[in-house]
């Protein structure tokens, strides 16, 4: 059990345009879902934390209204990317916790690409 | 926020043991873990120690905790081919992980 998908794997857009990227766990209730960002070479840094039914908690830096994270049920966060640019390119990685665990469970990433 | 270092690369010959360094600066770190990561793929967790811990074995998997000098190993006996991935050392505080850089294992024959 604890299986995560995203959705969709990779995506190309057009700068200027939003993409919206879905996390869901497929085989458990999520309390609590994190949006990560990964870039070529580098570690994950941690977007934001986002819990069923009220706003995200962004990190430092993160702009909230160019990623918006909506977490409208416990089994699916969504990630969108608002008037993407290419600097927006990279790997989003999301995880998600059972209620009373602290383990996070990984998706498989989605790779975008802002041309 | 919490610091996690670890070295970038390491290339090891198929059958030897490979040994991958971690080190973090939040005494307060509950978990520690180590994470694989193939070519476009997402994180898999190998294995994890709780900080009361000194060591734990899984397999092949070995993971040694000295919480004195805040350092974290990993060593893989008898690597095969298909350990060459990056893997991530994590530590965990609260319900925050915070991720190393990555070292890149490369397996030769």
């Known amino acids: 059990g604890a299986v995560v998908s995203q959705h969709p794997s990779r995506v190309i857009c057009k700068s200027g345009t939003s993409v919206k990227i879905e996390c869901r766990s497929l085989d458990f209730q999520a309390t609590t879902m994190f949006w990560y960002r990964q870039f070529p070479k580098k570690s994950l840094m941690l977007m934001a934390t986002?819990?069923?039914?009220?706003?995200?908690?962004?990190e430092q830096g993160v702009e909230k209204d160019k990623f918006l994270i909506n977490h409208a049920s416990l089994t699916l966060s969504t990630l969108t990317v608002t008037s993407a640019h290419p600097e927006d390119s990279s790997f989003y990685i999301c995880?998600?916790?059972?209620?009373?665990?602290?383990?996070?469970?990984f998706g498989p990433g989605t790779r975008l690409t802002v041309t | 926020g919490e610091d996690v270092e670890q070295s970038l690369f390491l290339s090891v010959r198929e059958g030897d043991s490979s040994v991958i360094n971690c080190t973090y600066t939040?005494?307060?770190?509950?978990?520690l873990y180590w994470y694989k990561q193939e070519p476009g793929a997402g994180l898999q967790l190998l294995t994890y120690i709780f900080s009361n811990m000194d060591m734990k074995q899984d397999q092949r998997l070995t993971v040694l905790l000295n919480k004195k000098d805040k350092h974290l190993s990993l060593r893989i006996a008898d690597t095969q081919t298909g350990d060459s991935a990056i893997y991530f050392c994590?530590?965990?505080?609260?319900?925050?992980?915070?991720f190393g850089a990555g070292t890149t294992v490369t397996v030769r024959a």
């Open positions: 995880s998600a916790t059972r209620d009373g665990s602290y383990e996070q469970y």
């Open positions: 986002s819990n069923e039914g009220s706003k995200a908690t962004y």
């Open positions: 994590a530590a965990r505080s609260d319900y925050k992980l915070s």
């Open positions: 939040d005494s307060s770190s509950t978990y």
